[in-house]
């Protein structure tokens, strides 16, 4: 399986394997395909670089040309992963087969400081919340924040063996080395967060972030053994307590997890696009699509019904 397919939702994932499995029964091979996924990660950005972005002249233009390079270069498939909700109706219009899935996403709303944000949290999740919180703390453990320019070689060495041990107890391979890491924080040093947890000053787990002005990303987490709310608190907590004291609007932490709902954070709709080049399959899995479209709405409405939030007769 291509390194890139790890960065995707987990549900791109199993979508991807369950076509690789249906190409293999055909007789058919499912790999090269074409992907557009710059940047490498799981957040939704712009994949048409279009002087307008309306016109729909020059998009379909890039995308007949895309699709004449999986045919040339005998792909299975061409795939756009996470455009903007934008994006989609031009790439309707072109032919790809739109499919969509969802995130979970904080949103600022104003809030001065972090108990500003569980106020608007209904008693008995609030306690919940704060109880998560004491747990790190009664364990003995503090934190610090690290911007990419106060990582030395020997913090991200540190940090890299965390991540990648962490990845490894979960039968997979880290997909970046510690150059990687280094590197990108020589580049963007103020683009980097790096979230340490320490007890009695050793390191014991960390969360590595990206962040825009308006956006923090959520995407590497590491810890040397089972720590009880320790991944929530760094991975979570601390992100949204770093959005709150800098003015962030958005928090992406990454693919997966309803047990981020009851922390704050709202289903948001992602979208891929697809073009197939054997008919048959493109024919049956845009019937698929359809229906799984309509099973993600009753399913962002179902996790959503299970928010912290109070509701507008609990204000």
Not at 21 to 26: G, I, V
Request: net charge negative.
């Amino acid at each position: 399986m291509p390194l890139y397919e790890k960065s995707h939702s987990w549900g791109e994932f199993v979508f991807d394997w369950a076509w690789a499995r249906a190409y293999e029964q055909a007789g058919f091979r499912y790999y090269p395909k074409l992907v557009s996924a710059v940047p490498f990660t799981p957040a939704p950005s712009r994949r048409l670089l279009l002087a307008d972005p309306d016109d729909t002249e020059a998009a379909h233009a890039l995308i007949a040309a895309a699709i004449a390079l999986a045919g040339e270069s005998e792909c299975s498939s061409f795939h756009i992963l996470f455009p903007t909700t934008e994006e989609i109706p031009l790439l309707e219009s072109a032919g790809l087969l739109i499919r969509k899935d969802c995130q979970f996403h904080w949103h600022n709303r104003g809030y001065e400081k972090f108990d500003d944000f569980l106020a608007t949290f209904t008693a008995a999740k609030r306690k919940k919340a704060k109880r998560d919180r004491r747990r790190a703390e009664e364990n003995g453990i503090r934190f610090r924040r690290l911007k990419g320019n106060e990582m030395d070689d020997s913090a991200w060495s540190v940090v890299y063996a965390l991540i990648s041990s962490t990845f490894m107890q979960r039968g997979s391979l880290p997909y970046f080395n510690d150059v990687f890491f280094k590197s990108i924080s020589e580049q963007l040093p103020e683009n980097i967060l790096v979230v340490l947890a320490e007890k009695e000053s050793n390191p014991v787990a960390a969360a590595v972030f990206f962040e825009s002005d308006r956006v923090l990303y959520g995407r590497y987490w590491g810890s040397d053994g089972h720590y009880d709310a320790l991944h929530f608190e760094t991975c979570y907590y601390q992100g949204i307590d770093y959005c709150i004291d800098t003015g962030k609007q958005v928090f992406e932490p990454g693919t997966q997890g309803e047990h981020k709902i009851s922390r704050g954070f709202s289903p948001e709709t992602t979208w891929s696009a697809h073009w197939l080049a054997h008919p048959e399959f493109a024919d049956a899995i845009g019937k698929y699509l359809d229906e799984e479209a309509r099973h993600i709405d009753r399913y962002m409405d179902a996790v959503d019904s299970r928010s912290p939030y109070k509701t507008t007769d609990e204000q």
